[in-house]
């Protein structure tokens, strides 16, 4: 891990930029590192991302026209993975959540009923029309509460399903990453994910493109978004709701890696904490401090997440 250490140490300090290529000389040359050797990042054809780019204002488009082109409200989904299409039979009433001027539902919609009063589409979206776990690939940190700070940060460049296709993708350089590519992925080591999700690219010796989260997640909810990456590994954009609703990952757990569980005693761990934390603004006010555990709302300890996971949903 010393490499490693050194590396973040480097890059933390901007030392790395003066010595790092052009990105898109960059890119051909493999910038990106999995167990150590160079390989090429993985990322959508430009193809592939103005298409996405296309779907997303399609939808959004005909939403506005009243062609209820999504019933989620939620505008991409529907043309991003083909799934949630309206069904025929049944019908979308004026109030309902997701009513856009005409009749029908979506077949996720028929399977977990309507939202209960007051709440929100997009709560709706996190907790019933998305995969649930009922174990977790990281010890110590919930898959379950990883997704919903997936879709509220992570969406706009990696896309609704991790297929490195949200509608802003088009638009990065270098593009963002493909999440689900296991070949490159499942050779990351959990505290390498952290890392760049915490610090951003840089931290890694990658691209600022790739924002740092620090300042916005806490160390456990950065730990639920690995395990949500982890749940992900090598899952395709969905064929059917089945597949949607039921990823199933390839990712092994690494033998000693660090995790939510035991991070607050690796020494590596702290290491690579003191220099993110040492460049992130909003760390050390009380809202973010340090270890990152502030109690209250969605957020639970590491220990608690495993009691939880381990029982189930
Ligand atoms: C503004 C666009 C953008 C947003 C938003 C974004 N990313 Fe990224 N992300 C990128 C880009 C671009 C890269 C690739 C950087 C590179 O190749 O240098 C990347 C790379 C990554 C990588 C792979 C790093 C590696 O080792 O190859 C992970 C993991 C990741 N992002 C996770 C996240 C998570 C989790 C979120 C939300 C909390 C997020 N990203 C939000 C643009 C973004």
Redesign the pocket.
């Known amino acids: 891990m010393l490499q490693f250490r050194t590396l973040s140490f480097i890059a933390a300090l901007g030392v790395l930029a003066m010595v790092s290529m052009p990105?898109n000389v960059a890119t051909a040359e493999k910038?990106?590192?999995a167990q150590g050797q160079r390989v090429e990042?993985p990322?959508q054809s430009d193809a592939a991302l103005a298409a996405a780019e296309d779907a997303y204002e399609k939808e959004g488009d005909d939403m506005v026209a009243g062609k209820a082109g999504s019933t989620y409200g939620i505008a991409p989904f529907d043309y991003l993975t083909g799934v949630g299409k309206r069904t025929a039979s049944t019908e979308l009433t004026k109030g309902d959540s997701g009513y856009a001027g005409a009749t029908g539902k979506t077949e996720l919609w028929d399977r977990v009923g309507k939202p209960a009063e007051g709440e929100s589409v997009y709560n709706q979206w996190t907790h019933n029309w998305s995969p649930k776990f009922k174990s977790t690939l990281v010890p110590g940190a919930d898959p379950n509460e990883g997704k919903q700070?997936?879709y509220v940060?992570?969406i706009?460049?990696?896309g609704w399903t991790l297929q490195g296709d949200?509608p802003?993708?088009i638009n990065?350089d270098?593009?963002?990453?493909i999440?689900t590519k296991g070949d490159?992925?499942n050779k990351?080591t959990n505290l390498?994910?952290f890392t760049?999700?915490k610090g951003g690219?840089e931290a890694?010796d990658?691209?600022s493109?790739?924002?740092a989260?620090g300042n916005f997640?806490q160390d456990q909810d950065i730990w639920n978004?690995v395990a949500w990456?982890r749940a992900n590994a090598d899952v395709g954009p969905p064929k059917s709701i089945e597949d949607y609703l039921n990823p199933k990952s390839t990712f092994k757990p690494i033998a000693d890696d660090v995790t939510a569980l035991n991070a607050a005693k690796n020494d590596d761990f702290a290491d690579a904490q003191e220099l993110i934390e040492a460049v992130l603004a909003g760390r050390g006010t009380a809202a973010l401090k340090g270890g990152g555990f502030v109690e209250g709302g969605l957020r639970k300890r590491a220990t608690v997440v495993a009691d939880k996971v381990g029982k189930g949903y």
């Open positions: 990105a910038r990106c590192k990042c990322v700070w997936y940060y992570c706009t460049c990696h949200g802003a993708a990065i270098p593009r963002p990453r999440l490159y992925m990351k390498e994910l760049v999700i690219g890694i990658l691209s493109s790739m924002p989260w997640l978004v990456i």
